[in-house]
């Protein structure tokens, strides 16, 4: 039975807007990003109730629960580096069996279901939402089939024009990072490459962003039965296109909308590309059109697998 449901895509590709309709379940946590507990310091990361990590009470009893402290982090971060890589996949043939008996892997994966296990103890709610997003280690957690994997797809155009925007994150008390086109695209490829693999070893539904705010409560549903949970996956829906925020949302990382506050309506929000340059936009449209006919806009809930065939070999270049 899923106990824990991960989020692949891009950066940008609408992650935070749905892990919020998925935590407005009574069953459900979200935990946003988790992986950033590992790869930033606990100092200066702000949860979504406004408080540091390291003063919110939530987290604070997550942590001595599990007995998680810098030196945990510090292993987490350290394996992350070694196992969740590209290479390692490609050089154990993408065989999640070959996964499963790495012992670097399993260690990780057993650390955070260590943590996971203290979450779910805390916050009284039995199915966890990591919306990380990284290709590799939806991988690595999917050796699990408590697992399930929740690919999400945005295209490509508008992910790309996305990173040109400046946005502040009041959680990292910063300007979160910009790429340019190359390493967006980069970023965006890699990411789906990585999903259509794993389809071809298990079940993922990917869902398309763009029908997620055309009919939301149709997409979750869907998103629901792909997890055997359409009786625990029920969003507080307010209408056909809005949802009230659920209680308890200590999300770490994240797109700045997790820290509003108040009823959500489901809106697809295009990158603008009026303010770029002529030049910037004739080159994003260029890629975008050269990524979508590599990787169209998903038609069903499952990942089509014919642009699958020499995934594998080209990731090494």
Known sequence: MTDLIYISGSGRSGSTLLERVLHSSNNVFALGEFHCLWRLA?????????????????????MERAQFGH????????????????????????SLARLRED?????????????FAAIRAVSGKPILIDSSKAGPRAWLLATDPGTSVIHLYREPGDVIASWQSAKFD???????????IADAARDWWKVEQLARLLARRRPVF???????????REAIAALAAHCGLSSSLVPQWLGPDRFAQ???????????????????RIASRPAS??????????????????????????ATAAIPSDTCRQAGSELQH
């Open 103 to 115: 012992p670097a892997v399993g260690e990780f994966v057993a650390m955070q279901q260590h943590l």
């Open 273 to 298: 590309r009026d303010s770029l340059p002529s030049r910037t936009r004739q080159q994003i449209g260029i890629v975008a059109a050269m990524l979508r006919a590599a990787y169209p806009a998903p």
């Open 170 to 180: 009041p959680g990292l008390g910063d300007a979160m990072q910009r790429l340019g």
């Open 71 to 94: 030196p945990e982090f510090s292993r987490l971060r350290q394996l992350e580096a070694q196992v969740a890589r590209s290479g390692l996949l490609l050089r154990s043939g993408f």
């Open 246 to 264: 659920g209680d308890g949302y200590h999300s770490l990382n994240g797109n700045p909308d997790r820290f509003d506050r108040g009823p959500v």
């Open 206 to 216: 990917q869902l398309d962003y763009a029908k997620l705010c055309a009919a939301p």
């Open 42 to 62: 606990l100092e200066h990361i702000n949860c979504s109730c406004g408080a540091r990590f390291t003063d919110d009470p939530f987290w604070r009893e997550v």
